[in-house]
């Protein structure tokens, strides 16, 4: 997984180096890594609940995820889209 932590840049001064990327083990908590600050708890959170989310999609009788009607349009349009253009 790749986290990108975007901020504006303001034109008027000169850009700043990227630092260096961080790779994790798979067993390093995200909390380990100073640079994400607090943002670091929900990815551990988020990382924690892959194994029952994984295992709730494959007892589903249904054979796709189901989005939300509004809420999750941007994902579905991102989906079809993407679909549309590897098919041709």
Do not use: C
């Amino acid at each position: 997984m790749d986290i990108w932590l975007l901020q504006p840049h303001d034109p008027s001064e000169p850009r700043r180096r990227p630092p260096p990327p961080v790779v994790l083990d798979s067993d390093t908590p995200f909390s380990s890594v100073l640079q994400l600050g607090r943002l670091a708890l929900i990815f551990d959170q988020d990382m924690a609940n892959l194994g029952p989310v994984q295992r709730g999609l494959r007892a589903s009788v249904r054979p796709a995820v189901s989005l939300a009607t509004y809420q999750e349009s941007r994902i579905r349009h991102y989906s079809t889209t993407l679909d549309r253009y590897l098919e041709s």
